[in-house]
């Protein structure tokens, strides 16, 4: 059979070229033209309007689609590049979406526009070609988001938490190797204390909203002259980690650093970590507009889901 042929949005272009070259088989680069007309609407190309490009790279081939859903502004045109790779008959159709955006993923009043549920719904409508389409993504905030996917493309949610293994194993100071991990809420104790060994020291936090404001307190554990690692799925305004933060330094941790998969930072608000005390902030390059913007600033320091997308991608349907 044909190379797999990986296409791309121009945000990610670093990542899948990343992704091609360290895969366990060859991948051919695919070519999207992403023009736009003069009133701002997509005019893009696939294959950059090569004649019989289409044909020869898509059709009877499997086909792979890096996306990045961190910018609510450019979802929209990605969707559009997804349906039409989807009309040509390709054997196979994987989209990879690493962060999936949770933002409004449930209905709590009259009228609201649940997002979340908006966007699964376009991807669960993918016209269908030999079989569904899968979406591939990384630490979903909300994992209701599943059933959202109707019978033309089906979920394949997988975790970061390898890549928190390879972090351990590259910690310079020896006694930081057996850190202890901290959960800020419940809500990421739920999603990752499963994931991680039973003999690690855990803390568990809990998170008391009140207003616009929060307090965090340490319901279980003992940071008491520890590196501590906080391990949550993102960060978007940081409040939370912060909280927690102060309240494991209060408790004598002797370093607290973080492990968010996602780091969303709207509004630049990555810029609130950058005297606050920790030690490391350890995010992937699942949002790249982010990613661009921290890279290089203490206290962060970028870890690639090119190896984790590489492997998943790899698997037979």
């Given at each position: ?99 999936f955006p949770g933002t409004m993923d449930r209905e709590d009043k009259e009228g609201r526009v649940v ?35 109707g019978q033309h493309a089906r979920c394949r949610a997988l975790t970061t938490l390898p890549l928190f ?54 319901v279980e554990g003992n940071p008491s002259e520890k590196h501590v690692v906080i391990v949550d799925d ?84």
């Amino acid at each position: 059979m044909n190379q797999p042929v990986v296409f791309f949005c121009p945000q990610m272009k670093q990542l899948a070229y990343a992704v091609c070259a360290i895969g366990s088989q060859q991948y051919s680069i695919g070519k999207i033209s992403w023009n736009t007309f003069p009133d701002g609407s997509l005019d893009a190309i696939i294959g950059e309007g090569n004649p019989g490009y289409v044909s020869t790279f898509i059709c009877e081939r499997d086909v792979v689609f890096l996306a990045s859903f961190d910018s609510p502004a450019d979802i929209q045109n990605q969707m559009l590049v997804i349906y039409e790779l989807a009309r040509h008959e390709a054997h196979s159709l994987k989209i990879v979406i690493p962060y999936f955006p949770g933002t409004m993923d449930r209905e709590d009043k009259e009228g609201r526009v649940v997002t979340a549920m908006g966007y699964m719904n376009q991807l669960a409508n993918i016209p269908l070609q030999r079989g569904p389409a899968i979406v591939i993504t990384f630490d979903l905030h909300v994992p209701h988001e599943l059933f959202y996917l109707g019978q033309h493309a089906r979920c394949r949610a997988l975790t970061t938490l390898p890549l928190f293994e390879y972090i351990r194993q590259q910690m310079m100071d020896k006694s930081d190797y057996h850190c202890t991990i901290a959960f800020p809420d419940d809500g990421a104790y739920k999603r990752f204390a499963h994931l991680i060994s039973p003999n690690m020291p855990k803390i568990l936090c809990y998170k008391q909203r009140c207003g616009d404001s929060r307090k965090v307190t340490i319901v279980e554990g003992n940071p008491s002259e520890k590196h501590v690692v906080i391990v949550d799925d993102l960060i978007m305004a940081g409040n939370t980690i912060l909280e927690c933060r102060q309240a494991l330094a209060l408790a004598g941790a002797k370093k607290v650093s973080v492990f968010a998969p996602h780091g969303v930072f709207p509004q630049e608000s990555w810029k609130k970590f950058l005297d606050a005390g920790f030690s490391t902030i350890w995010i992937t390059d699942s949002c790249p507009k982010s990613t661009e913007a921290i890279t290089g600033k203490k206290p962060f320091e970028v870890v690639s889901l090119a190896p984790l997308i590489a492997r998943a991608i790899a698997l037979k349907n």
